[in-house]
């Protein structure tokens, strides 16, 4: 059983479009998080969402716009896609609010080429 | 200076040898350290979570938080093939929504 799953596992479009990755967690987490992780392998925090609630938005431009419909799934739509953001994705959860000590699972990542 | 330093390695190491981790840290705050392992083109899994200073063991993994230095290590002994993988060190404050810092991560290669 996957713990974290994302989908698609490859996005490869063109600039200007609009894409949604979807997050899906069956560990009874209450947090969920989306991380980008640059060419550079650097791991850095989106977004956070706590039940369903938006708790941190981190420097993130408006393009972004995370939604969560209930507290296992967190999808992640991006508008006007630019060179920039491609990248890997990464959706991961954690039983409780807030990074104190908690262990976060990641999900395997969603690869996005922008063309 | 960024929060977290990090060498991006990579680190290469034969078989059965003792391997060093390491990353510093600007953020006092910072009072959660953890080392996440990361195979190529999967997502990090913790191996290892220590609170504030001093070592903390499991199996060949070794874990070392130095708050004084701000300095943590990860050390590996008897090395295996199946350790090659991307280290990443992460941190984190003590306040409820504290997000987690992390390191660039060290690739390690141990060749059999």
């Known amino acids: 059983d996957t713990a974290v799953s994302q989908t698609p596992k490859y996005l490869v479009t063109q600039m200007g479009n609009d894409k949604s990755i979807k997050c899906e967690q069956n560990?009874?987490?209450?947090?969920m998080y989306w991380y980008k992780q640059d060419s550079k392998k650097f791991l850095k925090i989106m977004f956070s969402?706590?039940?369903?609630?938006?708790?941190i938005n981190e420097t993130v431009p408006n393009r972004f716009s995370p939604k969560s419909p209930d507290k296992a799934h967190l999808n992640l739509h991006i508008n006007s896609l630019e060179l920039g953001d491609s990248a890997v994705y990464f959706c991961?959860?954690?039983?409780?609010?807030?990074?104190?000590?908690?262990?976060?699972?990641f999900g395997p990542g969603t690869r996005l080429l922008v063309l | 200076q960024k929060e977290v330093e990090q060498d991006p390695g990579p680190l290469s190491v034969p078989e059965g040898a003792i391997v060093s981790l390491n990353c510093t840290y600007s953020?006092?705050?910072?009072?959660?350290f953890m080392w996440y392992r990361q195979y190529s083109r999967k997502g990090p899994e913790l191996l290892m979570y220590?609170?504030?200073?001093g070592n903390k063991e499991d199996g060949r993994f070794t874990a070392q938080v130095d708050k004084s230095s701000k300095y943590i290590s990860l050390f590996i002994r008897d090395s295996q093939p199946s350790d090659s993988a991307t280290y990443l060190c992460?941190?984190?404050?003590?306040?409820?929504?504290?997000?987690?810092?992390f390191g660039k991560g060290t690739m390690l290669l141990v060749s059999p």
């Open positions: 992460a941190m984190s404050g003590n306040s409820g929504y504290s997000t987690l810092t």
């Open positions: 560990l009874g987490h209450d947090t």
């Open positions: 969402y706590n039940n369903k609630e938006l708790i």
């Open positions: 220590t609170y504030s200073s």
């Open positions: 953020n006092s705050a910072f009072q959660y």
């Open positions: 991961a959860s954690s039983q409780a609010r807030g990074a104190r000590g908690e262990t976060q699972y």
